[in-house]
């Protein structure tokens, strides 16, 4: 907290500071050449970019990171506050800010911005040593050479990590760190001592048990030594005293951005509905000319935390679809192998003319917008998945059912049914590993489009 709360009035200031210097260098404080107003209101335009883009792209997140990715991440808070400025002001024909005095912004905002990260690193690496602001660590399998090395480190608690001990079933003691116990013990151990991180050092028999147990409790997940296969979760590398550690991602969206993606979703869906409600009038009688049944298909999902909710959609099948569909499998093989690669038919006998024009330009899927208004679902994330195919994510799952599905995403912009089922899969995988708000952002200005397009929509 110490970090993040000086680390968001050092960058507020630096832009004071840059603001007040670019006056003087451009205006020797000559205040009268200028609308003090609207230099300010423009001033306080770009701090607010500013901050927000920081915000969002994690700089204010209470974990450790390095001075080379805060620089990254402060560089594109200047360029894209200044870009969207500047856009906003072509557009808006309002000029009468000065150039130069941007430029001056741009230029001394970065600089002390830099200047003030580097010196509340330096603070902060101060106050681990002085044992403040410190994570409390777990090491959980052998104690090997290797490990002792990096445990030294920690030690000396410059990276803001306190190791308390070790859970091996060797029951094998050493001077340097505590054992606290078997492997049995972690919930205890983990309860007892707010464990906030772990090193798996070794292979453990329970590893995907104690895994999924730190999923749940957003604890960080270090491996060392190969003790966890990569192929079954996603890894990131992360250097520690020179030297590469394999952390697993935190795949989850909750805190303030979860709070602001959920914003984002119920004031856009709400406005998406009042503006499309001639649209759903329109549809709805020509999906009662066409064909006999309801105007809306209701099905069971997966949603969040793995549980259930009824996804709306425009129904653009027959009455008795599955059981025609269980009957056409059987009687044709090639067709069958079609559907157990993509979980698609291209030529679906189900579908009605209006539904193949529905499913072609997506509009079938418009009623999910009030199942994103009432929270089962986001306007972008994963694709919400059938529960006849939960055997098919298995390996997936305990990342699919941490973030809510969405009405768009990855596959849907990048060919959507051109894509197999496990290219689905893995292209949900890589949203949620990689998940923040402009990814959203995004994918919403990409999914138009693509919808345009009709890529891969049948």
């Known amino acids: 907290m110490w970090y993040r709360k000086w680390s968001i009035v050092s960058d507020i200031s630096a832009l004071i500071i840059a603001f007040i210097v670019a006056l003087y260098l451009r205006f020797n404080f000559n205040l009268s050449l200028i609308s003090r107003r609207w230099y300010l209101s423009t001033f306080i335009i770009l701090l607010a970019l500013d901050f927000l883009i920081l915000y969002f792209k994690g700089l204010y997140d209470n974990k450790h990171m390095t001075l080379f990715n805060q620089i990254s991440i402060v560089i594109d808070g200047m360029v894209y506050s200044v870009f969207i400025y500047l856009f906003i002001s072509y557009f808006t024909k309002m000029t009468y800010f000065s150039r130069l ?62 190791v308390l001990g070790y859970l091996s079933d060797d029951d094998v003691n050493y001077s340097d760190i505590n054992r606290l116990g078997s492997i049995d013990d972690f919930d205890d151990v983990v309860e007892k001592y707010s464990i906030k991180t772990i090193f798996i050092t070794s292979k453990i028999d329970s590893v995907d048990e104690i895994i999924n147990k730190c999923l749940s409790k957003y604890i960080c997940v270090y491996s060392v030594n190969g003790s966890i296969n990569m192929t079954n979760y996603p890894m990131e590398i992360e250097i520690i005293d020179d030297m590469p550690i394999l952390k697993l991602k935190e795949v989850f969206i909750g805190g303030s951005e979860g709070h602001v993606k959920r914003l984002i979703d119920f004031i856009l869906s709400f406005v998406a509905i009042i503006i499309l409600s001639p649209l759903f009038f329109i549809l709805a009688i020509l999906i009662k000319i066409d064909s006999k049944g309801p105007v809306f298909f209701v099905q069971d999902r997966i949603g969040l935390n793995g549980k259930l909710f009824k996804a709306y959609k425009f129904r653009t099948m027959i009455l008795n679809a599955e059981e025609i569909l269980l009957k056409w499998l059987e009687e044709n093989p090639e067709i069958r192998d079609e559907y157990l690669i993509n979980h698609k038919l291209k030529d679906d006998p189900r579908i009605t003319r209006v539904g193949k024009f529905l499913r072609k330009t997506s509009l079938d899927e418009l009623p999910q917008l009030f199942n994103v208004l009432k929270g089962d679902m986001s306007l972008v994330g994963p694709r919400p998945y059938l529960v006849r195919e939960l055997n098919d994510v298995s390996s997936y799952a305990k990342y699919l059912w941490r973030v809510p599905p969405g009405i768009t995403g990855l596959w849907q912009i990048s060919g959507r049914n051109d894509i197999d089922f496990e290219g689905r899969l893995k292209m949900d995988m890589q949203y949620i590993s990689n998940w923040n708000i402009w990814l959203d952002l995004n994918i919403l200005f990409k999914t138009i489009p693509a919808v345009l397009k009709k890529d891969g929509a049948y």
Not at 114 to 125: A, D, G, R, W
């Open 101 to 162: 005095t941007l430029i001056y912004i741009f230029i001394i905002g970065l600089l002390l911005q830099i200047t003030f990260k580097s010196i509340l690193l330096y603070l902060q690496v101060k106050r681990y040593k002085k044992g403040l602001d410190l994570t409390n660590a777990l090491i959980l399998g052998n104690y090997s050479n290797e490990l002792r090395k990096i445990v030294s480190k920690f030690m000396s608690h410059e990276y803001g990590i306190n």
